[in-house]
Structures are given as structure tokens and as C-alpha cells.
């Protein structure tokens, strides 16, 4: 019974060791979060900076799983590139190795100024400091940093309690025989592989270990292929967040696997070929807290020193483990790899806000530039119909609708965290935007559609309905042009022109219908092409109604002003525009008119 009530008091203390490592790399994330982007782009334009940055992020979140997994977000969200990626992650098992040197002041007794920095006494100081910050301060910051604190004085609890329980440990006999096999090195690695990929800390693991060294049952020999095995082990915490990441993220993944098994397979064949040739001393000696932290601390220098000039070949090995997909027909292969931008919408920047927000926006521009090419190869159809290209309009389409469901729901995420009043308005602005552009992929598929019913039913147009249909087209694509323009380069001058080019489209499509009906009139064309011709028209219309509505969501999201509604934009845009909105319609109107009048412009919609 006795055993029994010790394992669970361990089990407790390292559940609150794993927990106040949670709370302390949420916290972090939520104070450095702001700029944290700009310091990883910073610092990875060498690779020495990138090994102190992976060190010091780990050395303060205390977990290089966490730093991990958080590098696999961001190289999956297109913010770090693997090759910077890679310095970090060598840096970040350096920086776990603090953990264990700190763990290891446990071990300190008497009077001597060291030992205030044991963790029995850092623990209660912290978690008191924590809760006063957490409870009297109002500022968001500052209980942000309180919680924090409470997650560093956590962590030390735990590990006390573990050392606390660990010596009722030392009276098992089947224990004692467990850990002597452990000396077995495949015995050992794999033992600390299993038991680091269960628990996802290499720190906490090294932490059991430092905590059983107390009671003197484990030895160098039985303790050292353990500590290799953990260094494995962390890495399947990496390994599983890349799962339906990108190409890039998993092979950031991959690195971090083939960093710790080379460096542990080099480890191993050193040590123990001196081993059977030499001999350690103290080979079969207890080893303590300090013995454990100092070798964790040896075996991530000297791998870091050893691959740090091999970067390029580890990023050649992850890719070739990590294949990229073979191109093959490009207006077959394109939705896939537009679909691929999906993947920096990643859940683990949703805690920092400004960076996910950012993300949305990369993902909509894309989601832009489908709708648009399925605009140009839909009106493409016209001019020669290929039910194959009508496939790949329906695919893209459909892609359409899988970015506004995604976009959707991770703006949702967003905007359930606790924003700052420009963050909330750019999340509202960034919703009205995908939505806008999923109708418009709505509406160019339904062009494709009315030009299938044209081609089935044999339809035909006249020379000069197809000119103007022409004409409008021209119009729709410059409007598609400068919205999108809008909205990825915040170029607000063109929101004017867009409005003009609105105006503009107006005047033909009156202009085009009581042409249309003219000819209707003298049989000149068929009540099926009038039909469609008409239809076609509206699509336009809808297609650059909803581009203004964009653009004037664009301006909502760039402007650090209030949130303007569509109303007070155009009266805003009239009332101190009204001369610039003119100029740009004559200028407009020019170049439309030139082609209308051109008889030898071309009808063809393959441009």
C-alpha cells in the first residue's frame, strides 16, 4: 500500500511539473507573442544567432518539445524558412539542458548563498509573487505574467515532489533489477525514447531521472543510454504536430529527429567502443543530479558543434525523406497547390493574434487568385469549350469553398481569444472579405455554367454582342485586378478606380441591353442568345459589386480609424473624391471606348 500511495504522489508531481510547463510557454507566448515573429526573422539571418535564439526561447519556455512544435507552426505558416528553422532547433537542446541544471540545486544544502536558489525555496517565492500579480494587478500584461511565474513554481513543486517520493523507490527490488537492465544500451535508448514520447518532455524525463539519482539505485552506466534515448524521444512530440502540415514543416520535423539520432548514434558508438577498450572509472558508480544535467548538457553541445556545419546536408536528407509532389498537367495540378497555402492557417499561432490575422490574409489573397483565374478560364470557354477545363473550373471551385470554410472557422478561434480593438475589427473586416470573394468563385462558376448551356444548346452570338460582351469582360478583370491589388498591397488609390470602373460598367450594361433589345427586335438575334447574354451581364454586375465591397472592407482593415460601412464610404468618397473619381472614369472610358470602336479588336477571351 505504501508503494502505492509513493507512485501516485510521483505520478501527481510530475503531472504538476508537465502542467506548470504548459502554463509558463502559454504565458510566454502571450507576452512575447507581439514580437516574437519579428525577433525569429532577426535572428536567423546566421546561424549562430539562430542557435542563441533557439537556447534563449527554450531556456524561458523550458521545453525545447514546445520550441519545437512552436517552429513547426511557423515554418508551416511561412514564417521562418527550414534552413533558418534548422540552427533553432539545435539551439532549443541546448537551451532544454538549463532545465536540468537548475533542477540540480535541489541537491544543494547549508548556509551558502546557493542554495536560495534551491527550488524548494525559488517555488514558493515565484507561485507567491504569481498570485499577487494575478490577483491585485488589473493590467492584462502584468496577470499574464503572474500566471507565468505560478507555471515556473509548478515546475519546481513537481520536481520536489518527485524527489520526495523516489526514495521509497529505492526499497523495490524489482526496481533496482529493472533499472540494472537498463544498463543494456538498446535496453536503455529505447526505454528513455518511450518513456520521453509518452510524457513529451525530454526535461521532465531528465527530471525523473535527477529525482531517482537521489536514492543512489541508478548508476553512469544504466543512466547515460537513457538520457540519449530521451533525446530521441523528444522528437515525437515534433513529429506529431507536423501531421497535415506542410512539406516544410515536416521536414523541420525530420531534422529534428535526424539531428538527435545522428548525434545519439555518434554518442554511443564513442562511448562504448572507450568502454570495451578502456574502461570509464566510475562506469558503475551512482551518478547524482549534478552527473545527469552535466552529461544531458555535453551530449547537446557536442552534437550542436559537431552538425552545425552540416545544415545543408540535414535539409537535404528531410527532403528527400519529405518528397515534394510531381507536377504533371498544370491546370489539373494547380487547386492542390493552392490548397497548400491552407496550412498556415495553424492552430498554434492562434496565440498570437496579430500573426494568425496576417496568415488569414496571405490565405485569402490566394483564395483571390483562384477566383480570378476560374473568372479567366471560364470566359476562356467562349471561345472554345473543353468539358476537361469545365472539371477544373468545378475543382477550383470547390477549393473555394474548402479556403472560406477554413478561413471561416480560424477567424472564429481568433476572434474567441481576448483582442485588442484593432485586432477585433480586423477579424469582422477579414470574414465580409473571404465571404465576398467565396460569392465571387460562386459567380464565375456560374459563368461556366450558363457558357456549357451556350455551348449545348448550340447557341450563337452576333459579332457585336460578342464585342461587348467583350468589353464588359475587360471591365469585370481590370475590377478583379485591382481589388485583389487592394486588398494583398493595401494601395488604396485603386479603391477609386475600382469605383469608377463600377460606374463605368453600369453605363454599358444600359447602353449593351437596349442595343440587345434592338437587335431582338430586327431578328438579328435568337430569345435563347438574348437570354444568355443577359444573364451574362448580370454576372458581371454581381461579380463587380461584390470586388467594390471588398475594396471598402480593405480600407476598414488598413485604416487604424473606425469601422465605415458601405454607405458612409460612398458618401465619404463622393463628397471629398468626386473630382478624382471623375478623372478616373474619363481616363477609363477612353481606353474601353478605343476598343469598342476597333473593328479589328480581337473577340477572343484567351488573354
Known sequence: MDILITAIKMIGGLILLIYGMSILSTNLKKIAGEKLKLILKKATDNVFKGVITGIVITVAVQSSAVVTVMVVGFVNAEILKLRNAIPIIMGANIGTTVTAQILRLASIEGNSIFALLNPTVLAPIFIIIGFILLEFKKKKKMKDVGQLLIGVGLIFTGLMTMIDMASGFSKVPILSEILSKLSNPIL?????????????????????????????????????????????????????????????????????????????????IAIYSYQSLVGFSFWNEPIDMGGIANFHLIFNITSTILLLPCIGLLEKLATLAVRDKKKTDEDEDDTSEYLTILNVLDERITNIPSMAISNVLKVISKMAELAKKNFKKSMNLLDKFDAKKLVHIQEREDAIDKMDVTIANFLVKIGNLELTEQENKSVTTLLKIESEFEKIGDYTYKLSKLIENINENDIKFSKNANKELNIIYKITEDVLTRTIETMQNGNLDNVIEVQALKEILEMYREKFRKQHIERLKKSKCSVDAGISYIEMLSTYEKIVDHCVNITIEAINYTEDEKYVTKHEYLNILYAEEGETLKAKFNESIHKYEALLDNKEESLSYNN
Open 188 to 268: 536503455g535508448l529505447l526505454a528513455g525514447a518511450i518513456v520521453t514520447a509518452i510524457v513529451q518532455s525530454s526535461a521532465a524525463t531528465v527530471g525523473i531521472l535527477q529525482a531517482i539519482s537521489q536514492t543512489g539505485i541508478i548508476t553512469y552506466a544504466s543512466t547515460i543510454p537513457i538520457i540519449l534515448g530521451q533525446n530521441i524521444g523528444t522528437c515525437f512530440t515534433s513529429v506529431l504536430s507536423s501531421i497535415g502540415a506542410s512539406k516544410n514543416a515536416k521536414r523541420v520535423a525530420t531534422i529534428h529527429l535526424l539531428f538527435n539520432l545522428i548525434g545519439s548514434i555518434i554518442f554511443m
